[in-house]
């Protein structure tokens, strides 16, 4: 009985209780998380979502036309449907059984008494200077992660990195402006890896061209290496507390909820670093540095992962001696 309640009758109680029931309205800060699908977004989002006073909306950027998906935008570009989007999202509007699945009635019920609203959003990477520029109140946080375990997570899913890295290249904008000197080598990727390895190079360098000093970058392994005082760092830094609740998520899966589709069953932080390793071919290996390094970016030099000192640059609560 209780399965076929969480199966048929959960959703239908949700839904109707975020549409008859207040949504944040007192609430006066808002945070994003963002990054590229599979780079683990939904753990550091859930993580924050763990804090008092947060109500969680996740991935509401599915609820957005495909022409937003990995779609680039100054700072002056029209974006109408955007601007909406983002008002609503933050006001606890965009709120399909997708986006509030990682919330239960309870959750929902706090809502009125939210002091933060949080985002986690997968297909907006290239427009953080956009949001910045007309929603500036909206801490950033930005998640990447190491190539290799990103895409091994694609191709389980069918997902195609081909057609991905088409949606930039077909962007004059962008590639005539920030990724103009990585036009041909974009150009030139002919298969899955030197294609993903195009792909999440030009976002991973866009990420840093966008980064200002209000927003926070870390590294999905960084965090990983000694989760505990890197992720209180990330929630004390985003100006929220830290609680049991999140040090428990951390280290035993908290209550050991496995619903919505943000988060599973709990696995060691630790051992999610190196689990890629020996699953690709040193062959597949040179296809992808041999792209990534026209790019020139600061971070997984020569595909090499040091997370006891690796951190991304600009954001001073995240460094090692912080910690």
């Not at 959960?10 to 800060?29: D, M, S």
């Not at 399909?96 to 919330?103: G, M, N, W």
């Not at 801490?139 to 290799?148: S, T």
Request: glycine residues 6%; neutral net charge.
């Amino acid at each position: 009985m209780s399965h076929l309640y969480s199966r048929e009758f959960r959703p239908l109680v949700r839904q109707l209780a975020i549409n008859v029931w207040p949504g944040p309205v007192f609430a006066k800060r808002k945070l994003l998380v963002s990054g590229m699908p599979r780079s683990g977004t939904s753990w550091v989002a859930k993580l924050i979502s763990l804090a008092e006073g947060v109500s969680y909306y996740f991935e509401p950027d599915n609820t957005l036309s495909r022409d937003y998906t990995f779609k680039y935008l100054g700072i002056n570009d029209n974006a109408a449907l955007l601007q909406t989007f983002m008002r609503d999202t933050f006001k606890g509007r965009v709120n399909s059984d997708y986006v509030i699945a990682e919330q239960g009635l309870v959750d929902i019920l706090r809502h009125p008494l939210s002091h933060t609203v949080l985002a986690k959003v997968v297909h907006l990477p290239l427009a953080l200077d956009w949001i910045n520029h007309n929603f500036p109140d909206v801490v950033m946080v930005q998640v990447i992660r190491h190539p290799v375990p990103v895409f091994q997570s694609w191709k389980v899913r069918d997902w195609d990195p081909g057609y991905n890295l088409g949606l930039l290249l077909k962007q004059e904008p962008l590639m005539a402006g920030p990724l103009a000197p990585y036009r041909s080598v974009m150009q030139a990727a002919d298969s899955y890896w030197t294609q993903a390895a195009a792909l999440w190079s030009a976002i991973v360098k866009m990420q840093y061209l966008q980064h200002k000093d209000n927003f926070f970058m870390v590294e999905h392994e960084w965090l990983c290496f000694d989760p505990v005082p890197r992720v209180r760092s990330l929630i004390e830094g985003v100006g929220l507390e830290w609680n049991s609740n999140i040090e428990n998520f951390l280290t035993k899966g908290g209550d050991g909820q496995v619903s919505g589709p943000g988060y599973g069953k709990w696995r060691n932080p630790s051992s999610e670093i190196n689990k890629w390793k020996n699953k690709v071919s040193q062959s597949e290996m040179d296809e992808i540095w041999s792209v990534m390094a026209c790019f020139d970016l600061p971070c997984y030099k020569n595909l090499e992962i040091i997370p006891e000192v690796s951190h991304c640059p600009g954001t001073p609560q995240l460094t090692r001696e912080s910690v």
